[in-house]
């Protein structure tokens, strides 16, 4: 059996029950392996968050297609991501840095230039790090945060009855990407802030700590995969459904317009495209303006309602047209593609 | 300007002095690029201690010539050793894996469980990664720990006077490398020790709590890139000099046998062979005793005194056969061989 027969998801599952632990390796493990970062307890008033993520040359990114400066942005922003849907604050960062030879020295300040910019504008810097020769670029990045005992968002938490709310718009880096790939000008007024999004997207962390200060979400995740997917690991965590509305998906108008010149379905860009790092929110209904309000007040980002938390029994749907569609797990999948 | 031009430790010192970092990045950066880890305040008893290191096939390690299961105890205790160095206690790892997708899923178990079973001989156990396709095998490991507040071993701390102690013997790993490059039998009695050493080295976590516990070290290094290079890492953090004893360097009997049959030199070997992943340590020479003594009845592991500390402007020198010679870091560089 090889890795591609049973892709990226079934590897997890596989190794995340490979090995039994030692009671004593599982001291101060809040939350491990399932969640968008670890949680640990290091006994302060704070929980350290920790959270890896790797980016491969020709498979997350090509050198013709984006420079270094926002390729560093962009690594950085992947993994802030991830301590905003924890409601956490990013803190430290280390960097593992594998370079053909031949690179120019130029391109690999650029990266780190962009990667310490980006983590600088949310409070976080590179404390250690580690370089080595490879034929393909590799940029890994370990990311540290913190959040305050009792603030943390989980994916765990979702009950039946709870909105699901999701910040800013879906699908515009699908839409920045098929524009790229189509050869459309990416200095096209439309076309320009999907590129932008695809390339630097913003990660949420402020609106993450606005949401945990509230105290009222019942679980969290950002949308990396794409929202059917990354909605799918909250229903799985929660043991919960999903009904989604595709009338209510924010979808921008940029990202219908240039999905109507590809010939490509904007809600499907929105369920699947992946890669929008914005987070999906699941609370109590009444919660819900307040979460809005707080969000918008931070930050300025929208908080949109586009369904709700359902019975595990009751499956997960999105109505479209009338019409009841599974909402099925399409997502990126790194060994399927 | 290339990379293979200025090298790795060129490179390292463009980045680390490249993007000014916003204060309050620094907020809790007890040390940051520099040292085997950073350490870091996180408001509890313990300093925080994080590295990472990421192993690249055919840079690192080669799929032929060694086995998941051991590339997996590898690459974990080239992270303990880091953390060991410190003084500290491995506690928690997050582990990016790239793979070509036609890899067996039973090679990733394998590794997953050598890498597992490694640090949980440390008390250390995974709590998160990432994984992804590649065209060439990626290991990239994140490995956190803890040490009490003052018990942290640094690489700065060295002074004029202080001895120059080593755990274990030098040179075996790179002995077994070349063992194995010459195509010698690996079930030799005289070579399996050495391709031990050299394919799973033992992290001296033990040895360096035992260091720290007393309280008497003024700094500390593992020995990776070899004793050469590594001092002068310690000589550069503490602006001092060194004067190493040829004659002293513990060599073991198997490592002057395989280095005869191959011609090779087996102080270099100590010097500059890299991967012994032995502790260096310097203390005052009235406790070299005491430390000794320590690490003996913390793990039954030796420390040998192989030279002393100088003042910078004296330099840093090997004695052999009565001459003077220049210690030069002469230990690996990724991006200059």
Redesign the interface.
Request: aromatic share 4%; hydrophobic share 50%.
């Given at each position: 059996?090889?890795?591609?027969?049973?892709g990226?998801f079934g590897?997890?599952e596989?190794?995340a029950t490979?090995?039994p632990?030692?009671p004593?390796?599982?001291?101060?493990?809040v939350?491990?392996?399932g969640d968008d970062?670890?949680a640990?307890d290091?006994?302060?008033?704070?929980l350290?968050l920790?959270?890896?993520?790797?980016q491969?040359e020709?498979?997350?990114f090509r050198r013709e297609r984006i420079d270094p400066l926002r390729l560093g942005r962009r690594t950085a922003a992947i993994n802030l991501s991830d301590i905003g849907a924890m409601g956490g604050a990013p803190?430290?960062a280390?960097?593992?840095?594998?370079?053909?030879?031949?690179?120019?020295?130029?391109w690999?300040?650029d990266l780190?230039?962009g990667l310490?910019?980006e983590?600088?504008r949310f409070?976080?810097?590179?404390?250690?790090?580690?370089?080595?020769?490879?034929?393909?670029i590799?940029v890994?990045l370990?990311l540290?945060g913190?959040v305050e005992r009792g603030r943390l968002l989980r994916r765990d938490g979702a009950r039946p009855g709870d909105v699901i709310l999701v910040t800013g718009t879906l699908g515009a880096s699908a839409a920045g990407r098929f524009a790229l790939e189509a050869g459309l000008d990416p200095a096209d007024p439309q076309v320009a802030p999907l590129v932008e999004a695809h390339l630097t997207p913003t990660p949420r962390v402020a609106e993450g700590q606005a949401v945990a200060a509230t105290g009222r979400a019942t679980a969290a995740i950002d949308l990396s995969d794409g929202l059917s997917s990354d909605l799918g690991h909250v229903c799985d965590a929660s043991n919960v459904g999903a009904l989604v509305d595709a009338a209510r998906l924010p979808i921008g108008a940029e990202t219908r317009a240039v999905a109507a010149r590809l010939g490509l379905d904007p809600v499907a860009l929105a369920l699947a495209g992946g890669e929008d790092y914005e987070l999906l929110i699941t609370a109590p209904s009444a919660a819900a303006p307040e979460l809005a309000a707080a969000v918008r007040t931070a930050t300025g980002v929208s908080l949109t309602t586009i369904g709700e938390v359902t019975p595990a029994a009751a499956g997960r749907w999105l109505v479209r047209d009338g019409a009841r569609l599974p909402l099925a797990a399409t997502g990126w999948d790194?060994?399927r593609r």
């Open positions: 059996m090889r890795v591609r027969d049973i990226e590897l997890i596989r190794i490979l090995v632990r030692p004593e390796a599982d001291r101060g493990v939350l491990g392996i970062t670890a640990l290091v006994g302060g008033p704070y350290l920790a959270t890896i993520d790797i491969v020709g498979r997350h803190r430290w280390l960097v593992s840095l594998a370079l053909p030879p031949d690179l120019a020295v130029a690999v300040e780190y230039r310490a910019a983590l600088g409070g976080a810097a590179v404390v250690g790090g580690n370089l080595s020769s490879s034929e393909q590799v890994d370990a540290l913190e790194h060994f």
